[in-house]
């Protein structure tokens, strides 16, 4: 007999394998899952919104045939819209908001046999590399809770690696599931643009920076979920082509010989932390001694004109974000239903031209192009995921200028927004933990559309350096 805290850490796979089996129904797995987040939610404050008696229901009933059968599962509370639930983004603008259908990616999950117990904390319209809203309150890192999870998908990250699900959804414009996956020791990977469906309210979101995916505690489950949701839905306005064979099929496989280069030094100036360095550097060994040519080598690119034009998109997008509300729920926006930093970023991005935002546009395609030269020589690019181990809750303390926040908070994600400017897939591995007991994520940024080598290799350092075994202990 499996102990109940055996079943809580096992991957989605090994429960709903279990769940097939007859050894245990869907229905006590939802039961021992719901149970976690009463025991452990009151001290990270991952899970904002409860739907338990919804996943019950589930429960009696999962898809049957399904990779994840009957497993239970959270999803984020943004872009990912569930009907009949409520969905404010973390925002008091959104009180009160109750989701009238399904995303396409949301109906992707239900055909998977994914039984969703509830939504997990963002920050405010998930800007921010940070959980910490003012309306739901700080998600505290399970590994120290003094300690940011990162963002914006920190309360997916947290509910991962705290064992209260298996895998939850997160979204990505500039790491935002790779930041908090660094920061909790969990696997995350941004796909593919074009990848995931953002339909039916959605083509895209803000010029194709955003992905849709999810964190998750293997690498195998990883790749099963994007099997089960990846597809274009009709009317997309990207279209990346499907795999040879799924996803889950590249878990195990050799991925022969990679050339992988791999840097430190972050992409507009300095060096990220030593923690941060060592850890790319051990796994820069590593990949050698599995048989890959390594090299200390980085793409060229402007990355500070890169940056500039990122900074103007994203301020752009979040003008473009409160605007499509205000037109879906007819209500006006008015200052003190936002935090200061997205009112500043509504203020800001309001007074971009469209000539200017299409200025920025082509100063990232120029930059993309760039980048892409150097994976015509190179499989991956190794970087830190992050440029410092995470820090403390309220490092990030708005001070009137949005713009000046993002470029601090630039330094402590120097890597990750890259691929989101050039749609290229990127992961964040847990492969090493530095002497405080932190987890430091490691970043592949891999070819345009080219997940299957991503997922070869990912399992490849997972069975070297398993992380599995590491259970965070709530500790200050």
């Known amino acids: 007999m499996i102990k109940n805290e055996d079943l809580l850490m096992l991957d989605g796979i090994g429960q709903a394998e279990l769940i097939r089996r007859k050894e245990i129904s869907s229905t006590e797995i939802v039961e021992l899952s719901i149970s976690r987040i009463s025991e452990i939610n009151p001290i990270i404050n991952a899970v904002v919104q409860e739907m338990y008696e919804h996943a019950r229901e589930l ?17 984020k509370d943004f872009l990912a819209e569930y009907a009949g639930f409520r969905f404010n983004a973390g925002s008091k603008f959104l009180e009160g908001y109750i989701s009238e259908e399904d995303t396409e990616l949301v109906r ?11 939504k997990t904390n963002s920050p405010e319209f998930a800007i921010g590399c940070t959980t910490e809203p003012l309306l739901n309150g700080p998600t505290r890192n399970p590994w120290n809770i003094n300690l940011t999870t990162g963002g914006s998908s920190g309360g997916a990250a947290a509910a991962v690696s705290s064992g209260l699900v298996p895998l939850a959804h997160g979204n990505d414009a500039g790491g935002s599931i790779r930041i908090p996956a660094s920061c909790c020791g969990v696997f995350g990977l941004k796909p593919t643009r074009g990848r995931n469906p953002l339909g039916p309210g959605l083509g895209d979101a803000i010029g194709g920076l955003v992905a849709e995916h999810a964190l998750t505690r293997s690498v195998r489950d990883s790749a099963a979920l994007l099997d089960s949701t990846a597809g274009p839905s009709f009317g997309d306005p990207y279209f990346t082509a499907l795999p040879e064979r799924p996803f889950l099929q590249e878990i195990g496989v ?17 060096k990220a932390h030593p923690d941060c360095v060592e850890a790319v550097e051990r796994v820069a060994y590593l990949c050698q001694d599995l048989g890959h040519n390594v090299e200390e080598v980085s793409p060229k690119f402007n990355a500070n004109v890169m940056f500039e034009a990122f900074s103007k998109m994203m301020a752009s997008g979040v003008a473009w974000m409160i605007r499509d509300w205000e037109r879906k729920i007819d209500k006006k926006a008015v200052e003190n239903l936002f935090e200061p930093n997205i009112w500043g970023l509504l203020q800001a991005g309001s007074k971009i031209t469209a000539p200017e935002y299409l200025l920025a546009v082509q100063d990232i395609q ?20 992050l440029g410092k181990p995470p820090v403390p809750l309220g490092t990030f303390i708005y001070e009137g200028d949005p ?3 993002r470029r601090r908070l630039a330094d402590f994600v120097p890597f990750t927004w890259i691929s989101n400017l050039t749609g290229q897939p990127g992961m964040s591995v847990p492969l090493h933990w530095n002497g405080d007991g932190l987890p430091i994520g490691v970043h592949f940024t891999g070819k345009f559309g080219d997940e299957a080598t991503m997922f070869r290799i990912a399992s490849q350092l997972e069975v070297a350096l398993p992380w599995a075994n590491r259970i965070p202990i709530m500790r200050e």
């Open 254 to 270: 050799d991925p022969g010989q990679l050339r992988i280069g791999f840097s430190s030094d972050m992409p507009r100036g300095g």
């Open 403 to 405: 713009f000046d926040l």
């Open 108 to 118: 992707r999950y239900k055909r998977s046999g994914l039984v969703t117990l509830g």
């Open 59 to 75: 429960s009696l009933n999962p898809e049957e045939g399904t990779i994840f059968s009957g497993v239970p599962f959270l999803i």
């Open 366 to 385: 120029n930059g993309s192009r760039e980048v892409a030269e150097f994976f015509n020589k190179y499989d991956f690019w190794l970087t830190p995921t």
